[in-house]
């Protein structure tokens, strides 16, 4: 019954307010003047704000300013609408009118500090924080506004600091809670968190967030067990916790337990609406269950509900290739690289199923397009010349190799994989001296010679130079 009573009053003071506004405006059009008490202008200039008009709301507040010319409410609402529209000289004027009229006035000081913060003035907004501080009860959303800052300015340890003081002063401030897990994790700082949340735990048992924030630091840790229990004691307290049941299910599909996982990403179904990322999670663990058919059907609810969702579509893409529906998968890997046009990993997919579909000039475009995004990945070097090496274009397959060599000079594979080549063009000097560097970076991958090329097997020259560097 009280959530109805709630419910209905609410009504009756939109109502009400509806009511204000149309005599407000009537009285503009008839160019009249008409009484409204202080908290009647406060309605209608609320109104105006949350409708986003600020033309109205500055008339309104022109208006209150005149009959209530002591009131620093009204110039407050003023100085915070310039705030809004890109004003700021006009909104510290006005707010440093307030504060010769009532210096110890604390929402003046936060707007001070926001509007400054807005204009990069690091210090100039924590100075204001920092004097609203000392005149308000409300702390704990001050030092929130004062870390907030230092974070935005990269200063990730001072944010951290204030972020506990907002806490220590009230330990039911849920954006603290969460912006200090954040924080912890843009430093580096998992072992902190969780040190934190765990002390923090030992006085706050029965905090939600705080079970929930140690969770999400356990598992950026490794340690999925511990934070399948502290998701576990989040569920507990709030039965119809979605990101808990979310995150639960990552920790465990990262522990393999893949059906489990399953059963849990669907549980937050049950606490909203449906997600296209959940459905995507969904999706990866039937993919490596092999039930290709369950990871289809979920990664097209993914699509379904977001048509922009890159890696849903590579995800179909990579099952219809499982599938050997290569000539239809490689449909949906295009699709992904149309909203993921940077994306090497998409590149080196697209390039590997051309391959299988023997569209050799367009595979090596593609390759050559993930070793424009990302020289660093080894492998592309050696499916690229091994891409030419199976064309009979050993020359090509030698200059990508040596390129690959200048990128990644304590490579072995690739050292191993050049000496073949050279072995197969027959320039056995030069193929030697790769071998011996091979063999000195990691003699163990010397099987890579006899993988690409299985008759060297046969040549006693490179088996007594192999065995000469057996350990």
Known sequence: MENEDYGENKDKSAHHTLILVDRFEA????????????????????????????KKSLQAIDYAVNQYPFSTIFLLRKAQIFAATNQSQKALETLSFIESMEPSNAELYMTKGSIYSQMGLTDQAIENYKKAADNTEEIDEVFLAMAFEYENTGKFDDAIFYLKKAIAENPENEPALYELAFCYELNGQSEESVKYYTGFLDKYPYTTTAWFNLGVAYNRLGLFEKAIDAYDYAIAIKDDFASAYFNKANSMANLNQLSEAIAVYKETLKFEEPDATTYYYIGECYEKKDDFDHALVYYNKAVALNPKFADAYLGIGIVLDSQERTSEGIHYVKKALEFEKENAEYWYIYGELQQKMQFYEDAEESFKKVIELDPENAEIWLDYANLLFEQENKNGSLEILAEGIKNHPQNAELQYRISACLMSIGQKQEAMSFLQKALKLNYDLHNELFEYLPQLKENTSITDLIESYKK
């Open 27 to 54: 009285m503009m059009l008839k160019g009249e003047h008409y009484f409204f008490d202080a908290e009647e202008f406060e309605d209608i200039i609320e109104y105006y704000i949350e409708k986003n008009n600020s």
